[in-house]
């Protein structure tokens, strides 16, 4: 169980209780665009959507992804840890509601996120990924030290390549 704080949030493991989150997350403009659209509709399909991933993840590999919020308990957004197959090493990604962007949320939180990822899960290496027009996300990886260090398509029937970063 996780439960770490920053000085101006509390991050917390993905659980059940998360799915209205994950429904307003996984519809914003942001994310339909630069990771696409889950089909997520309603909660039930955001309860599925946990399960299949982030839930799955934490129960198989013991990492997974985790709930960013304010020390007011407001919702901020998502960092963590994810096995993709297109990847040689874990992927590192996050996500944010829209309000919250541009305020250093995402990377206070991604600090405290990477450090428990490297001390808890030994994960000395990681991977992140972004499209080429992700410019705001390009940003931060490269604030948290990632090296950008080739493309990788996710789909192998898809023409969009995605950046690939990695740290360590």
């Not at 994310?31 to 993840?57: C, N, P, V, Y």
């Not at 874990?90 to 944010?96: E, I, S, T």
């Amino acid at each position: 169980m996780v439960e770490l704080r920053t000085q101006r949030t509390i991050i917390t493991d993905v659980n059940q209780s998360d799915a209205r989150f994950m429904y307003n997350i996984v519809n914003t403009d942001g994310w339909l665009h630069f990771i696409g659209d889950r089909s997520i509709h309603d909660i039930t399909q955001a309860q599925d959507f946990l399960e299949q991933g982030f839930l799955k993840s934490a129960r198989e590999l013991g990492f997974g992804y985790y709930a960013i919020r304010s020390l007011k308990g407001e919702e901020i957004g998502i960092c963590g840890f994810l096995k993709k197959p297109f990847l040689s090493y874990v992927d590192f990604g996050f996500a944010l509601l829209p309000k919250f962007y541009r305020q250093g949320y995402a990377y206070e939180a991604a600090q405290a996120i990477l450090e428990l990822g490297y001390h808890r899960f030994k994960l000395y290496t990681l991977n992140a990924v972004t499209q080429q027009d992700n410019v705001a996300s390009q940003a931060l990886l490269r604030k948290l030290g990632f090296i950008q260090t080739g493309k990788v398509k996710s789909d192998p029937a898809s023409e969009k390549e995605l950046l690939v970063f990695q740290l360590g």
